[in-house]
């Protein structure tokens, strides 16, 4: 119960995202700068969730303005190459559960490991503040992403239905326990 009030009381009064020490990272071969994101990458950010949904964008600028400047705890980050953003992430401290609101890889760089890295920064980050899930939603469609999903970790927890509002799709919602400080 005490774990349980802690990550309410850090819900509503544990602030803005924390500093993000930017850095080089070697993924396949391949640098990436991984840092935080600004109101400044926001139009790029919607580029790329353009590219990722095939012209849909699911979030708009005042959506990704709300979430970087939210109270609750969170953490966004983003990751580039050669200077074009690439992909990114997006999460919530809500209680004692790490949530995932977006992750994004364009699509010429799926498949090369952004996706799980990205995934494994906000595992950390969750630790860090002391969380003992994280969790997220995904299309019932994107079969690839529940599969990246499952791979490392998480599983199904609940339909919920039409929980996309531009067409009514269904979500997964999954989740992942974690074990504490590696």
């Known amino acids: 119960m005490l774990k349980k009030f802690s990550g309410l009381l850090r819900t509503f009064f544990g602030g803005k995202q ?9 993924i396949k071969e ?15 950010l919607i580029a790329l969730e353009k590219d990722v949904y095939q012209g849909e964008v699911p979030w708009t600028r005042s959506a990704f303005l709300a979430e970087i400047h939210s ?3 969170h953490l966004y980050i983003c990751m580039t190459h050669r ?6 992430i997006g999460s ?3 209680g004692n559960d790490a949530h995932i609101t977006n992750v994004a890889v364009k699509r010429a760089f799926q498949g090369s490991g952004l996706g799980s890295f990205l995934i494994d920064e906000v595992e950390r980050f969750a630790i860090m503040k002391s969380c003992i899930t994280l969790s997220l939603e995904v299309r019932m469609g994107n079969i690839n992403a529940q599969r990246l999903y499952r791979r490392i970790g998480f599983e199904g927890r609940k339909v919920r239905r039409n929980y996309y509002t531009e067409n009514n799709e269904d979500a997964l919602e999954m989740i992942k326990h974690l074990e504490g400080p590696k």
């Open 18 to 26: 924390e500093p993000f020490e930017a850095r080089s990272v070697l």
């Open 30 to 44: 391949q640098e990436y700068l991984l840092r935080g994101i600004t109101d400044d990458d926001i139009k790029e």
């Open 71 to 73: 109270p609750v705890p």
């Open 83 to 88: 200077e074009e953003l690439v992909a990114f």
């Open 92 to 94: 919530r401290i809500m």
